[in-house]
């Protein structure tokens, strides 16, 4: 998967101009396995390796949108950190912002999993279309995304997502 996505991201983070990054799930979190930085003075530190919790984080939101019924029953009735002020851990909120990922396929957060910081995410998908993992791109808040930007950077994400997803099935059945 790394061999299919760091191509795309080192292409994501010439458009956007900001960090991107791969995630996969990890249990009730998601573990961030590749960063490409951007040339930006100001940078978001290196996220590789890091664990975070899903409710907190786009890369998360996206896989947890997909979740079963009873999975994700279970898992908004657990304990939900409030990693900054900002991180939603109302269950009924939460709810709404993965009916939100369903319909428009990425997730977007300011501030939600660490103070300054604004993400996107959007799924990448195996052959029988679950999600696997997730690409995002962050920067910080200040000029991330950019007055008027969010949709379309979204949707380069989504993109991205998408052609990594193309290239995971292409593989599959090589």
């Not at 890369?59 to 950190?81: I, K, M, R, Y």
């Not at 501030?111 to 910081?117: K, M, S, V, Y």
């Not at 993400?119 to 962050?138: C, L, Q, W």
Request: glycine content about 8%; hydrophobic content about 50%.
């Amino acid at each position: 998967m790394l061999l299919a996505a760091r191509p795309r991201l080192v292409a994501l983070v010439g458009q956007i101009g900001e960090d991107a990054g791969l995630a996969v799930p990890d249990g009730h979190a998601v573990r961030y396995l590749d960063q490409v930085e951007s040339g930006n003075a100001v940078q978001v530190r290196d996220w590789t390796g890091t664990r975070a919790p899903l409710h907190a984080v786009p890369s998360g939101l996206v896989l947890l949108a997909e979740w079963p019924a009873e999975a994700l029953n279970a898992f908004l009735a657990g304990d939900l950190e409030r990693v900054t002020g900002k991180t939603v851990v109302d269950p009924a909120a939460i709810r709404a912002r993965l009916d939100r990922v369903r319909s428009e396929g990425s997730c977007w957060a300011f501030e939600e999993f660490a103070e300054g910081i604004a993400s996107v995410a959007a799924p990448v998908r195996e052959a029988r279309g679950r999600p696997v993992a997730a690409v995002h791109v962050h920067g910080p808040a200040y000029r991330f995304p950019g007055e008027g930007r969010e949709a379309a950077v979204a949707a380069a994400v989504a993109a991205t997502a998408a052609s990594v997803s193309r290239e995971l099935v292409a593989a599959s059945v090589a």
